[in-house]
């Protein structure tokens, strides 16, 4: 089976792969002799005629016989758009398939934010594959006024639908936060279904971090000794229930001692005070 294939920024390599079947071999054996055949032809015309009327006829003759797109292949994607890939592709469909530009293609598709690595096949005699794998989200960054969804270096994905992922992934604010995410994330992966509690971060003057729990607490974790004061709220809860005492606030930023604030129902107090 005859190939070329781009990946990543490499150029348009041509490889054959071994065909066991005998019919299958001698299908593309003629799939070649043809190709041959008409090259020497186009060749002998080219010598002495015009060189774009028989190149129009040998593209007409090749796409006539087969060697058009007629199948694209496409694995990987999980929010990329399919139709848009194929909309792309369907650019190169009025040339056969072997004048069909792979480096248009990767060029076009490169350019969306959820390309992380990308690789694209043209098999004979009507086929291109393409294999994406994209880029993971970790996190939604509420910054100037608009949602936008990072990656673990802190890379924007600006074609995201932010609303799909906002029961999924936590809010994330701070200047700098993109960058500074992915270092506190993993920290709180170590114990995933504490951290499903958590639906915002917040990061203060560029150095430390606030976590926010659905349970309506407010978490102040130290600039060094993170790790260990997620490992001391680990305990915490296992031991105490903290998410569920009514704490409005657990200070953590010294570590000789843990600060907890309550709501206090100020009018009541009053009330009291009266009696």
Do not use: C
């Not at 060697?67 to 369907?90: A, C, H, P, R, T």
């Not at 910054?143 to 990072?150: C, D, H, R, T, V």
């Not at 680990?234 to 570590?255: C, S």
Request: proline residues 1%; positive net charge.
């Amino acid at each position: 089976m005859l190939r070329s294939v781009i990946q990543n920024d490499d150029v348009i390599k041509l490889h054959i792969d071994r065909i066991s079947n005998k019919k299958t071999r001698l299908k593309y054996t003629m799939y070649l002799l043809t190709i041959f055949t008409i090259s020497l032809l186009f060749i002998t015309f080219i010598i002495n005629t015009d060189f774009d009327k028989y190149s129009k006829l040998l593209n007409n003759f090749l796409i006539k016989n087969g060697f058009i797109i007629n199948n694209i292949q496409i694995l990987g994607i999980k929010n990329i758009s399919k139709e848009n890939i194929i909309k792309i592709v369907n650019k190169e469909k009025k040339s056969n398939i072997l004048n069909v530009s792979l480096s248009n293609i990767y060029n076009e598709l490169k350019s969306n934010d959820w390309v992380k690595e990308l690789y694209i096949e043209r098999i004979l005699p009507n086929t291109i594959k393409i294999i994406i794998k994209e880029k993971e989200a970790i996190g939604i960054w509420q910054y100037e006024m608009s949602n936008k969804l990072i990656t673990k270096n802190g890379e924007i994905i600006s074609t995201a639908n932010v609303n799909k992922f906002k029961i999924d992934l936590p809010i994330i604010h701070g200047n700098y936060a993109n960058k500074n995410a992915n270092s506190i994330l993993k920290i709180l992966e170590t114990n995933k279904d504490l951290a499903k509690n958590v639906w915002s971060l917040n990061f203060i003057n560029n150095r430390r971090w606030n976590l926010h729990f659905k349970q309506g607490i407010i978490v102040l974790l130290p600039h060094k000794g993170v790790l260990e004061a997620w490992n001391e709220i680990i305990k915490l809860q296992k031991n105490y229930d903290i998410l569920n005492l009514g704490l409005t606030e657990l200070d953590m930023r010294n570590p000789n001692k843990i600060l907890g604030k309550i709501n206090v129902d100020k009018n009541l107090i009053k009330r009291r005070k009266n009696l």
